[in-house]
């Protein structure tokens, strides 16, 4: 008899979950039929879990791990005889405490494959004899199947488009490429795919988009590390979205230095309905992109988003605001380029506040630079200590946090949180903090 298997999603920044949606339709072409579970917008089904003979749990990222633990806890309590399988960008790197959480196997990279091939597995372990399997990050070629949406929680449950005008849009998220070619220290990438990044074929990337259209999606999210890692697939890709559905707008992720490279098909993307642009600026200081490897400059910075704009398009940078090299002019140097540039509208009040997070595998481990600041691992935060050698940046990356959490949940306007953690930084000017709207998905959370 074929085992009953439950596949949880705990997080996947507001969007219907590809972790779901991709392995589901491995398993659906090998035979399998599976429940579904996406703790972002469902409560945890206890049933579910203790009757269920093999429960997997995707993690790809931090605030999805932290949670897939809380998940792991449940199991042992209600069905410790279940195989606990985690899978995830976030599940090898930090395999040691998930066996020790409970977990029976554990796998990342290109691993739907190798979740099919688990289960098998376990049609034939006994409980009694269960023991863990071994810990694998896959980097076979996959053939990929059009994900498999039926049974997973609508779109209007998901993160939504706001538009300059206050309207909103139902949102769909794709991927055309998994992993990716750059080794950024402080990425989660890096340690399981190497430098590698892997095609999803059109016509899957496609079909699917065709799917989502049909249940009310408006607006396409590329979830890709890099859109513009293959800049040809890309474009081929968003010129077919275009030409089907040519109300559907889309979004993307991109280096800076990408950006660069390729701003001469900014304006054909902006003419196929790119809304905005999303790209990992961390910083405008030298020193700290230095640190992290992100291959630009505080220079390349500023010329991207500049080509962006005039392209069309909106940006929407991101930051690590706070890490062990960042001094307080530094900090005080983004809120002056958001005014010059009239980007504060453009970011989310979150990303002023973000602390350098270094999970187990990160690259950063290695590097010599962040030696002399580093500590021991959180087990509970999953994620290693470090100081910054002034003791006053600690305490203003606490004070701004609490700030935003604070603002946010009164419903303070962008311009008016931007304006107090200038202010406690120490940047006092009468400088208009308002800006001019734009396009954002309604989910602000990036880890």
């Not at 340690?191 to 259209?213: C, H, M, N, S, W």
Request: hydrophobic share 40%; proline share 7%.
């Amino acid at each position: 008899m074929r085992p009953n298997v439950l596949l949880i999603s705990c997080y996947e920044l507001g969007r219907q979950p590809l972790g779901l949606a991709t392995p589901l339709a491995f398993l659906k072409r090998a035979g399998y039929s599976a429940e579904s579970l996406d703790l972002g917008v469902e409560s945890l089904d206890e049933s579910a879990i203790a009757r269920a003979d093999f429960i997997a749990v995707s993690v790809p990222m931090h605030t999805a791990l932290r949670l897939g633990l809380r998940v792991a806890e449940r199991v042992q309590e209600l069905n410790p005889s279940a195989h606990l399988c985690f899978f995830g960008l976030y599940a090898t790197v930090n395999a040691e405490m998930l066996i020790s959480a409970g977990a029976d196997s554990v796998l990342s990279g290109e691993c739907e494959d190798a979740l099919v091939e688990r289960i098998r597995l376990s049609e034939r372990e006994a409980p009694a004899q269960k023991a863990p399997l071994p810990v694998l990050d896959v980097m076979d070629r996959l053939d990929y199947p059009v994900p498999y949406r039926e049974g997973l929680p609508p779109l209007e449950q998901y993160v939504h488009l706001e538009l300059p005008d206050g309207s909103h849009r139902r949102v769909g998220t794709v991927e055309t490429s998994r992993g990716c070619l750059h080794s950024c220290r402080h990425c989660p990438l890096p340690p399981v795919y190497g430098g590698r990044f892997f095609i999803v074929p059109k016509a899957t990337v496609l079909e699917d988009i065709g799917q989502l259209v049909a249940r009310g999606a408006r607006h396409i999210n590329f979830a890709d590390p890099d859109f513009l890692n293959g800049p040809g697939h890309a474009l081929a890709v968003a010129r077919a979205l275009h030409r089907e559905h040519p109300d559907v707008t889309f979004d993307f992720t991109a280096k800076v230095e990408h950006l660069l490279k390729h701003r001469d098909r900014l304006p054909e993307l902006a003419a196929l309905g790119c809304a905005f642009i999303v790209s990992a600026v961390e910083s405008l200081s030298d020193r700290v992109l230095a640190e992290l490897d992100k291959g630009h400059t505080s220079r390349d910075a500023r010329a991207a988003f500049r080509a962006v704009r005039e392209a069309g398009i909106a940006p929407r940078p991101t930051f690590v605001a706070f890490t062990p090299w960042t001094t307080r002019e530094d900090y005080r140097e983004l809120f002056r380029w958001l005014l010059e540039e009239d980007l504060v509208e453009h970011v989310d009040p979150v990303q002023l506040t973000l602390r350098l997070l270094i999970p187990p595998g990160s690259l950063l481990l290695e590097n010599t630079g962040m030696q002399p600041f580093l500590g021991d691992l959180d087990k509970a935060g999953l994620t290693y200590r470090w100081s910054h050698p002034d003791p006053a940046m600690d305490e203003l990356q606490k004070e701004v946090e609490a700030a935003v959490e604070s603002s946010v949940r009164k419903g303070h306007t962008n311009g008016e949180i931007f304006r107090n953690l200038a202010g406690r930084a120490g940047l006092r000017q009468e400088a208009d903090f308002s800006s001019s709207k734009a396009p954002r998905l309604t989910e602000a959370w990036f880890c």
